[in-house]
């Protein structure tokens, strides 16, 4: 079956994932596959300028690469860090069908990108564990956030996770909070210096901020109404993957348990992201690709009942074919 396949560590697994990625992206190949233009950070604004000018073949090229070692990327980070209790390629394959749910998320969009650097301070944060001076690690990481952010502000919400996951890890006093700030602002210099020294406008803050910020939530926002029944699918199966994570928590190492503690973290504040999101793509949703990798995947490879697993997961990608058939 699928699960147990791709449990194994049969070279064919190598070979199948970008069978099984390219198959997913066909979609993209007979369709506009649209460039997303809603984000209004700097960054993101100047490399849609460029790809604009590009033929769709790269574009396509280009997302799909980035897509394809983020699965490859994310799985390599969960397998040496002991995430999950087994090792296996099924979180790169269930990372791949995350990103790809619903023909709304096949295009360019700031998180292709964000998720990217998102992985690597998830991979850096996880070596904070018993850093007794993890001054470096602490500039690395809040240099990486905030860069993150020229392409897709929202996501300045890490800075918060990496402040708890200190605490919760590494030993925490005033040189990490000072060295942070000083690594988040960072990006910001740059980009700042280089406007006001090549711009011929000069310098305005309306090229690093939002127009507007949302103050509350709208409901309506959320976009799900056309996938209302795979968004509550969805859900259904993480808070599943969640109990039985919760029922198997205290079997797992303390540094393992931490990790997963991150994981969660993630979670909220992705989530509360999205809720107070300036941009209205359903794209936001990729904030929540890595915790529901993790969370799935564990799903997925635990429980004896080996043969409900694969039922589950197929019942996942028949749900996923339903949302490229509602288009």
């Known amino acids: 079956m699928i699960i147990r396949f791709f449990t194994g560590n049969q070279l064919i697994t190598w070979i199948l994932l970008p069978i099984i990625a390219i198959t997913l992206w066909l979609w993209a190949a ?56 087994k090792k296996s390629h099924v979180p790169a394959l269930v990372y791949l069908f995350v990103m790809s749910f ?4 096949i295009g360019f969009h700031p ?28 500039f690395d990481i809040s240099f990486l956030i905030g860069f993150a952010t020229l392409f897709y502000f929202p996501v300045i919400f890490l800075y918060l ?10 030993t925490f006093n005033w040189r990490d909070i000072a060295i942070s700030i000083i690594g988040l602002l960072f990006p910001y210099f740059f980009v700042v210096s280089w406007i006001i020294i090549f711009s011929p406008t000069g ?6 901020w939002y127009d507007t910020i949302p103050t509350h939530f709208d409901p309506s926002a959320l976009l799900l109404s056309a ?12 808070t599943i993957g969640l109990i039985r994570l919760g029922n198997n928590f205290y079997k797992n190492a303390t540094q393992t348990r931490r990790y ?20 209205y793509g359903m794209y936001r949703y990729c904030l ?30 028949a749900l996923i074919c339903y949302n490229y058939w509602l288009g």
Do not use: C
């Open 111 to 138: 998180l292709l990108i964000v998720n990217s650097i998102l992985i690597i301070i998830l991979s850096l944060i996880f070596k904070l564990y018993k850093q007794i001076q993890p001054m470096r690690l602490d």
């Open 227 to 238: 996938y209302q029944i795979s968004f509550y699918f969805m859900v259904i199966l993480f």
């Open 288 to 317: 929540l690709s890595i915790p529901i990798t993790v969370v799935l995947s564990y799903l997925f490879i635990s429980g004896s009942k080996k043969w409900l697993n694969e039922t589950v997961f197929i019942l996942f990608i």
């Open 102 to 105: 619903a023909p709304p998320l």
């Open 203 to 208: 310098f305005n803050w309306s090229d690093l």
């Open 30 to 85: 007979t369709s506009s596959f649209p460039l997303y233009y809603d984000s209004p950070m700097i960054l993101y604004q100047t490399v849609v300028s460029w790809l604009e000018q590009q033929p769709r073949y790269v574009v396509l090229f280009i997302s799909f690469s980035l897509l394809f070692s983020q699965s490859l990327h994310l799985n390599y980070v969960l397998r040496i860090n002991n995430v999950l209790y």
């Open 161 to 170: 996770i990496y402040l708890i996951s200190l605490a919760m890890i590494a």
């Open 260 to 279: 997963q503690q991150i994981v969660l973290l993630l979670t909220i504040f992705a989530s509360l992201s999205i809720m107070y999101s300036v941009e």
